[in-house]
């Protein structure tokens, strides 16, 4: 039987890896998750952003305000 894992030790466990953040507008940021803190304010690394599925820019670091964010996802590899 597997362990269940809290919110808080799921995002420690992705610290270096390419995520997706989801925002409230319904844009989506993609790159590799830098560091969050205890607001979700989460710093990514190679930022992606897309609008409705289309890439629109492409950032070296972003930085995204917790409020904002509807939900966080781990992608493959790139």
């Known amino acids: 039987m597997s362990r269940r894992q809290t919110p808080s030790e799921f995002l420690n466990q992705i610290r270096g890896r390419p995520v997706m953040v989801k925002l409230n507008s319904g844009v989506d940021y993609r790159g590799v998750l830098s560091c969050l803190d205890g607001y979700m304010n989460i710093a990514l690394e190679q930022t992606e952003e ?29």
Do not use: A, E, H
């Open 50 to 78: 897309y609008v409705n599925g289309q890439l629109k820019n492409k950032y070296g670091d972003g930085f995204i305000r917790g409020n904002n964010v509807l939900y966080i996802s781990t992608q493959k590899r790139r």
